[in-house]
């Protein structure tokens, strides 16, 4: 009996020791107000487990983008983001971009103002409400395809928002892309508003990348529909002398492949964040 005893007691201190160590990250789904468009957006927002050397401790932030035909919900309904919530101590925060809202704000439809919401009222949003490191050298932003060019151009237009940005199969230049997929729907036809279309482009924003010391990744897949423009990208910012990882691997435009591939990065903005002293 007393053997059982002993057993049971071990048994108990056992799942306490697990349930005090394991890391635990939460999930909040939360509404986020637009008033550039004048309504309601829910995110989805992963927090690291706060361990007890994290009392007082704030956190980087990766904001992590979807892509065409997505919404909020696409990243955590594919893979558990709570694990890396953990490892590498950071928030992660996946707000809705619209079926095609292209993260860009439009001069047509004042429903698609979604480079204002990503850029300024989420960020707000994040700094007001979470124990966020709010500083642009502990920002981050990624996303893959529509959400690529997201992260890409949003680190362009707001240097002062973000420190580091990454693309996942991204599309660099909108004109890859066929007018059917929305962009026509944000920014008007391309054969009545090409220049507006380039103004908007990746491939024609990085310049403003020079001398600014950002954190740049870029992943593609080889057989990835997207990967000429990757490629052009990655051309361009080596004639501009712009600091960045590229990196082709086996793989199309789809899920395996970003859910794969989205450590990498995470890799690389903690080590960025490293290096801008981040105390986490």
């Keep these: 009996m007393k053997t059982i005893r002993f057993l049971i007691l071990i048994s108990f201190l056992l799942i306490l020791f697990i ?4 890391p635990a990250a939460t999930v909040d789904t939360v509404a986020i107000h637009s008033k550039s468009m004048q309504k309601d957006l829910k995110a989805v927002i992963v927090k690291p487990d706060p361990q007890r050397t994290d009392i ?13 035909s997505g919404s909020y919900r696409d990243w955590s309904s594919h893979m558990d983001l709570a694990p890396l919530a953990d490892k590498y101590r950071v928030i992660i925060v996946c707000p809705d971009g619209a079926y095609a809202g292209w993260y860009i704000n439009s001069p047509i439809n004042k429903d698609l103002q979604y480079e204002t919401f990503i850029s300024r009222e989420v960020v707000q ?26 992260a890409i151009s949003l680190i362009c237009k707001y240097p002062d928002v973000f420190g580091a940005a ?5 599309v660099m230049e909108l004109n890859e892309s066929e007018q059917q997929i929305g962009i026509s729907e944000v920014l ?26 950002k954190g740049l990744i870029f992943d593609c897949g080889i057989e990835d529909f997207y990967v000429a423009g990757n490629r052009k990208i990655h051309q361009k910012l080596m004639e501009l002398k712009i600091p960045h990882e590229y990196y082709e691997r086996p793989g199309s435009h789809t899920w395996d492949y970003w859910v794969n591939v989205l450590e990498y990065h995470l890799l690389f903005f903690n080590k960025f964040w490293q290096k801008t002293g981040n105390p986490g």
Excluded: F
């Design 188 to 213: 008007g036809s391309y054969d009545n508003n090409q220049l507006l279309w380039e103004k908007n482009s990746c491939l024609y924003l990085v310049y403003k990348l020079r001398e600014k010391n």
């Design 125 to 150: 949003y994040m700094d007001q409400h979470y124990a966020t490191l709010a500083d642009v050298n502990h920002r981050a932003i990624c996303g893959l395809s529509m959400g690529g060019h997201g």
């Design 56 to 68: 007082a401790v704030r956190y980087p932030v990766l904001y992590l983008l979807h892509g065409w």
């Design 19 to 22: 349930w005090n160590t394991v």
């Design 166 to 170: 990454g693309s996942m199969s991204g």
